[in-house]
């Protein structure tokens, strides 16, 4: 596809509940990066893989949360036993490395809000 | 964690006049880069200040970049009302981590 592509867009579970966000980045992009965004607030790091390991996984909240590339494109975060304060908007993004030169610009998706209840 | 932070958080003006934020970070940067947001959505690049630059300019936005104090700051000139949205700056750093401060939601009245 021509951007990186988010879905669910919209995701409402029970507390307690398992979720899985996806994340399609861009076709050659190497890296890619998980966000969260809060209302009013800039994007929280969470993690991001070079390839298909993860790089730095040190924004992970707690061991609830995990993602996983497993051929170096598609992510998915998973989200067990789901806390009312896991609400936000889930934000992906992915940039092309080149080489040495990591001057790239992020490619967002248009995230997905979590909601739980 | 954020890495920066922007100032003002929040900042109203009228069409035609100029618009300037601010970004504070603490570690060593390979680059710093600026983002635009709408309605809390994805976000968009705007433009990116490598390192070892002082300025930048493209359009209405001017970056510049102080290593010493760790700062950078984005101009918009003669902004307009579609310039309304949050901006956010970003460091990129030796591991390539990407963090973004808590951004400054601009207004541009008509």
């Known amino acids: 596809g021509a951007g990186v592509s988010q879905t669910p867009s919209n995701k409402v579970t029970e507390k307690g509940k398992y979720v899985e966000l996806r994340c399609d980045p861009i076709s050659g992009h190497t890296a890619l990066y998980w966000y969260r965004q809060s209302l009013g607030q800039g994007p929280e790091f969470l993690i991001y893989?070079?390839?298909?390991?993860?790089?730095?996984d040190s924004g992970l909240p707690n061991d609830r949360f995990f993602a996983v590339r497993p051929e170096g494109s598609v992510s998915t975060l998973k989200i067990q036993r789901t806390e009312r304060g896991d609400s936000a908007v889930y934000l992906c993004?992915?940039?092309?490395?080149?080489?040495?030169?990591?001057?790239?610009?992020?490619?967002f998706g248009n995230g997905t809000r979590l909601t739980v209840t | 964690s954020q890495q920066g932070e922007e100032d003002p958080q929040a900042l109203s003006i009228q069409e035609g006049e100029n618009a300037t934020m601010n970004c504070s970070y603490k570690?060593?940067?390979?680059?710093l880069q600026w983002y635009r947001q709408n309605s809390g959505r994805g976000l968009v690049h705007l433009i990116l200040?490598?390192?070892?630059?002082r300025e930048k300019h493209s359009g209405r936005l001017r970056v510049t970049l102080d290593t010493s104090k760790k700062s950078s700051s984005l101009l918009i000139t003669a902004s307009r009302a579609a310039d309304t949205a949050s901006y956010f700056c970003?460091?990129?750093?030796?591991?390539?981590?990407?963090?973004f401060g808590a951004g400054t939601r601009l207004t541009v009245k008509p």
């Open positions: 893989f070079q390839g298909t390991g993860a790089a730095d």
């Open positions: 570690t060593s940067i390979n680059n």
């Open positions: 970003a460091t990129d750093d030796r591991n390539n981590d990407m963090r």
């Open positions: 993004a992915s940039r092309l490395m080149q080489g040495d030169m990591m001057d790239s610009p992020l490619h």
């Open positions: 200040i490598r390192s070892n630059e």
